[in-house]
């Protein structure tokens, strides 16, 4: 996915969520807002757990590379993975 989708979905969640707060506490009978705020949130923590699950599906790492990032004045080195392997079953 492309940067500019996934900044996107984050906002619009974000939105959603300040959304639903704010109908939450304005509102005379807050639970059916708090449901939503409930299933938003559990629905966030379920892509965030499938997308680390599936980071971790792809298997170990058999050599790493070292990059270096430039940040304004300073050259930061970082490690990123070049090979995979496959895990044992």
Known sequence: MSAFLIAVTIVGTFALLMFLIARASDSDNPMPWGVGIAALLVVVFWVFIS???????????????TRMMSTGKTVMPYRVCVERGEWVK
Not at 51 to 65: H, I, N, V
């Open 51 to 65: 997308a680390a699950q599936a980071d971790e599906d792809k298997g170990p790492c058999l050599r790493y590379e």
